[in-house]
Structures are given as structure tokens and as C-alpha cells.
């Protein structure tokens, strides 16, 4: 993580999910044999913990547990960072978590980008104010903005 996406995760555990904090967490291992690159979360929270940093060696692996997993981008929410948050919530279901919700925590959402992550309710855009990451609130879009964004496809 940089020095601007750090202190917005931070902030969001502190004050959104209480629970065992554990930075760049590794959601799968690098393996040249099956070319398959590593995958990491900027962290994972465990709800079911003291609330307090720890490391991936103090909890390795997510089986039964209460899981939110975030990424983070100091910018405007894109589809890079939706497929982070998609895919990093399905990694931690196929590992045996208990339950899991995946924040997606940028300084500002789109608007026509935001309807696309509605086939993933545990997908949650969350951003944070650029100048104070403290300051985070929760993105909903309203139900008369899902219908038509003015979308054209040719």
C-alpha cells in the first residue's frame, strides 16, 4: 500500500470494523510450478477478535471465520479495484470463511460503475474524504439511479 491508500485502511478498521487488523494479507501464494501469481488483500479484518494489529503468521488461514477484506485506492473508484474487491471476496469464501464482506474504500465512487456491483451484495463501496481519512462513509446508490445512467452501448 502507499502513504495515502495506508492511513485510509487504517482509518476504516478503527472506526468501521472492529477486529484483529492484519495489513497485505496474502489471499493466495505465488506458484510458478501452476502459474498462478500471489494475490493480496490491503487487509483483513477479523470481527470475531481483540481488535488490534496482528500478522497473517498469527492467523494463517480464514476457515470459519468472520472475515472483511479490503482494497484500497487513493483515487476514484474503477474497475480495476471492482474486480479486486469482487474477486478478493470470492478467495475468501473458497478458503472456508465463516462469512465475509469486501470493502471497496476509494476517495470517490462513479456513479456508472456503481450498478454493476450490485450482483455482489457483499461487495461494499465505502470513501474516504482525500484530505481528512477519518472521514469515511458508506456509498449507497439511490434505486431511481439503478434504472437509467444514460449508458449507451453501440
Known sequence: MSKLETPMTEAFWMHH???????????????????????????????????????FSDFPTLKGRNVVVVQTKASRMGMYLMGQAVFSAQLVRVQGAASVRSILLCTRADVVLLPFLEPYPEVEVWTCDPDNSYVCKRVILPEHQNQNLGIVIS
Open 17 to 55: 470494523a472492529k477486529g484483529a487488523y492484519l495489513p497485505e494479507y496474502c489471499l493466495v501464494r505465488r506458484d510458478k510450478k501452476i502459474d498462478c501469481g500471489g494475490r493480496w488483500a490491503d487487509a483483513v479484518i477479523l470481527l470475531d477478535e481483540p481488535h488490534g494489529r496482528a500478522n
